[in-house]
């Protein structure tokens, strides 16, 4: 076997390489075409608005929009923040003050922090939020949804996918039931938009958030598509100024930023089909060799319904940051709580029932554009090396060997 | 995490890995003591046995085996290499302090440190209570 140039990049749920074809089409605005998009009376004002208006339909053709239902804004992160916070705030049954509910969310415990912290900060400030608990599989279903909803609910928000385990949700069903009860449907969809097809129309989407990231654009820039008819979604807006993006987000373009999101999402309209199936076949041939060397793996969130670049594994009886020192030379993620600032391990992994000893052990490998079968290959052999090299470490595997139930022992908790 | 070199160097050369018999043999062993602290919800398991010469009071060898992080892994490592030729009371010496400074272990990291520490006193008292030995020094509780 040929060894790949290493390190060997496998964590592209977190980030993806810009793509040369983006950078080149970012570069003139840098240097040549730097004007002010919101400057309405030179060339250079029209240049940089040309810029952003071709972005703005390359982004509204992947996802099926009008080109007037694209917000730009800085990422995933504040598309989130604007389209919760300010369609609850725009959508309340009852004032600030008036010591009544100001009306109901649901999302999800599995969504990201992005998500989940406007929600809370919501919840202090009046709104009720019901946070739905996935099972197992890891998947929101449009019945867990409906079961949910009450008189007073304004606002769903639910990932598209996830981005520790790639499982799938029932977008189009919950957005069909949203619109049914006339209910604001938020999806952040920063792990789907450019990987698989979106269909805003079909899909039933009112707001979805976005990352240019993600999709081997810039870092920094992200959308927020926000419907403009059946129904005419409004805002709060959260952040006041020059009124630029309709109001919904003021502050100057970042233009090349935009001009490279939407150069990426022409790429990725025209590549992601062969890139998805390219990757799903790579990904079961990773998943494929890595259990068939191994025993005590545990491939975690739905088998099926999930991204196909995306897998998250549990090593039984190793600790997942000691197992990413062991394979050093390749970048990917864990659930490990050693490699967070919060020392806890995944909540996501923890929520849908993954054991907090099997969420200390879990590696997330995700697979892009870029990754090769040789790639695949020596990362399984370091995964597999590694592994049972910790196990040989491991005080919990001797015990497990010896017959002893790890859940009924006593351990000493400190 | 960026590690320093101390610790990437016991976690990929981890001194004194194993142990000296099996759960149910070393229970029975009145020359060896064992600590197994942490829990495997909280991502960090030590086990820790030392071989004591019954005659001299020494500790001849000592073994270890650690699921956790790397800093985890080289803590333990260590600590078998200093209790190595010690005494009883020489080894209940040992502070999580000293693991910290020649392991140059991250703040974030200290409580591999305060385990391994734990382990080594688990173990003393595992030998002394087998043996029958009044305990010199009483084991803090974490």
């Known amino acids: ?414 | 995490m960026a590690y320093g070199p101390k610790i990437i160097e016991h976690y990929e050369k981890p001194r004194n890995v194993g142990n000296f018999g099996t759960t149910a043999e070393v229970k029975n062993r009145k020359d060896i003591g064992v600590g197994v602290v942490g829990a495997p919800e909280c991502g960090d398991v030590m086990q820790l046995q030392i071989k004591v010469n019954q005659s001299t009071g020494v500790i001849e060898d000592a073994k270890f085996k650690c699921f956790g992080c790397g800093s985890a892994i080289a803590s333990s490592s260590l600590a078998t290499e200093w209790l190595k030729g010690k005494s009883l009371d020489q080894a209940a010496e040992i502070k999580n302090t000293q693991i910290v400074e020649e392991l140059s272990l991250p703040p974030v990291k200290i409580h591999c440190s305060v385990l391994a520490e734990d382990a080594i006193r688990a173990a003393l008292e595992d030998y002394k209570t087998k043996n029958g030995v009044a305990s010199s020094a009483a084991a803090t509780a974490h």
């Open chain 1, 1 to 414: 076997m040929t060894t790949p140039a290493l390190p060997i990049y496998l964590d592209h749920a977190a980030t993806t390489p810009c793509d040369p074809r983006v950078v080149e089409a970012m570069l003139p605005y840098f240097t040549t075409l730097y004007g002010n998009p919101g400057s309405r009376n030179h060339s250079f004002g029209w240049d940089a608005e040309h810029g952003v208006d071709t972005a703005r339909e390359q982004v509204a053709a992947l996802i099926g929009a009008d080109e007037k239902e694209v917000v730009f804004t800085s990422g995933a992160t504040e598309s989130n923040n604007i389209a919760i916070r300010g369609a609850a705030l725009m959508y309340e049954k009852n004032p600030a003050g008036s010591g009544k509910p100001r009306g109901h969310i649901i999302t999800c415990i599995i969504e990201h922090k992005a998500v989940l912290d406007p929600c809370k900060r919501l919840q202090k400030e009046g709104f009720e939020v019901t946070f739905l608990e996935p099972p197992a599989d890891g998947i929101v279903t449009a019945d867990m949804v409906k079961n949910a909803m009450r008189d007073d609910t304004i606002l769903v928000s639910i990932m598209w996918a996830n981005n520790e385990i790639g499982t799938i949700n029932q977008i189009r069903e919950i957005g069909k039931l949203c619109h049914e009860r006339g209910v604001v449907f938020h999806t952040d969809g920063t792990q789907w938009v450019g990987k698989m097809p979106t269909n805003v129309e079909a899909d039933n989407i009112d707001l979805m958030s976005f990352s240019g990231h993600k999709i081997y654009g810039p870092k920094g820039v992200g959308g927020l598509f926000v419907r403009r008819r059946k129904p005419r979604i409004r805002l709060t807006s959260i952040v006041d100024g020059g009124g630029q993006e309709r109001g919904f987000r003021s502050g100057t373009l970042n233009v090349t930023g935009i001009v490279g999101l939407g150069k990426a999402c022409e790429i990725a309209k025209a590549q992601m089909a062969d890139d998805a199936a390219r990757l799903g076949v790579l990904r079961k041939h990773l998943e494929d060799s890595v259990t068939a060397q191994l025993d005590h793996c545990q491939i975690n969130g739905h088998r099926e319904k999930r991204l196909p670049h995306l897998t998250n594994i549990s090593f039984g009886f190793v600790e997942g940051e000691s197992l990413m020192m062991a394979v050093k030379e390749i970048a990917c993620s864990s659930g490990s709580a050693c490699t967070s600032a919060s020392l806890e391990p995944s909540y996501v992994l923890k929520s849908i029932g993954v054991g907090d000893e099997l969420a200390h052990s879990s590696l997330r490998l995700s697979l892009g554009r870029q990754t090769t079968r040789e790639q695949v290959d020596y990362t399984v052999n370091a995964v597999v090396k590694a592994v049972r090299k910790l196990r040989e470490l491991s005080p919990l595997y001797d015990m497990h060997n010896e017959g002893i139930d790890l859940s009924k022992v006593q351990w000493a908790h400190h």
